[in-house]
């Protein structure tokens, strides 16, 4: 039963990577989401769920910049306040009564997010406000390195919405992002890497198999709407239970 039940939350990782890889993210909402649903610690969820982000982000960053959907100039003005920042908010542990609902929340806001995403349509390009997009990496990556979450979920509408750029674009540099923003919060609290469970093997090859359908979706064309509100709604009952159990 123990197994049978690793292989059903592997599974749903992987559905969770393909979804999110198709639009340059690493999926760590949805990895997070899923370890809730199936009781998984806190403790362990954190660091599982950064571990996963670094192998996915990793490969869907090579993925995007080879197909030139990548804006090196912006991605270095992000990480270069996202970075110690990261660091930073990963050295910090919260006590459970108050990461649960930071997290639930964030959870929330992502499966809201996947409702709007299908009407996100790409604006007109305009210049980069440098000192701005400092100060997000900065802000993004101090509440990713708490959460154990990579920050893709508010950077990549925010980029698209102040007409960085197109949604394809975006995808490859938040995917970039979120790699260096994970690594920076995982060496922030090394230590809690003690706590990655024995059956991580089997997540990790779940997601990256999810990134291999999932790049390529991306790449060629956009996930459907239905299986974005499908994810939106388990991502909110996971912010939910997470915020009040």
Same mark, same amino acid.
């Given at each position: ?70 804006? $090196?100039?912006?991605?270095? @003005? /992000?990480?270069?306040? =996202?970075?110690?920042?990261? !660091? &930073?908010?990963?050295? %910090? ?6 990461? $649960?609902?930071?997290?639930? @929340? /964030?959870?929330?806001? =992502?499966?809201?997010?996947? !409702? &709007?995403?299908?009407? %996100? ?125």
């Amino acid at each position: 039963m123990f197994e049978f039940t690793n292989l059903v939350i592997a599974l749903c990782l992987l559905l969770g990577a393909v979804l999110y890889t198709s639009v340059g993210h690493a999926g760590s909402s949805a990895y997070i989401a899923v370890m809730t649903l199936f009781n998984l610690e806190p403790t362990v969820i954190r660091p599982t769920a950064l571990t996963l982000n670094i192998a996915v982000s990793a490969y869907a960053s090579w993925r995007y910049i080879r197909n030139k959907f990548f804006d $090196k100039k912006l991605f270095l @003005v /992000l990480i270069l306040g =996202a970075i110690p920042s990261a !660091f &930073i908010g990963g050295h %910090i542990n919260l006590p459970s009564e108050i990461y $649960k609902p930071i997290v639930g @929340v /964030l959870l929330i806001l =992502a499966g809201l997010r996947f !409702f &709007i995403l299908a009407n %996100i349509k790409d604006r007109e390009i305009r210049p980069v406000n440098y000192l701005l997009a400092v100060l997000m990496g900065s802000s993004i990556g101090f509440l990713a390195g708490i959460t154990g979450t990579g920050g893709g979920i508010f950077l990549s509408p925010l980029i698209i919405w102040l007409g960085w750029n197109h949604v394809k674009q975006a995808s490859g540099t938040v995917a970039a992002f979120i790699l260096v923003n994970s690594l920076a919060g995982l060496l922030g609290n090394y230590r809690s890497t003690s706590e990655l469970p024995d059956t991580l093997p089997l997540f990790l090859g779940a997601v990256i198999i999810g990134a291999l359908i999932g790049t390529r979706l991306g790449i060629s064309r956009f996930s459907s709407v239905g299986v974005k509100r499908a994810l939106g709604v388990v991502l909110i009952i996971a912010g939910l239970k997470f915020s009040l159990f």
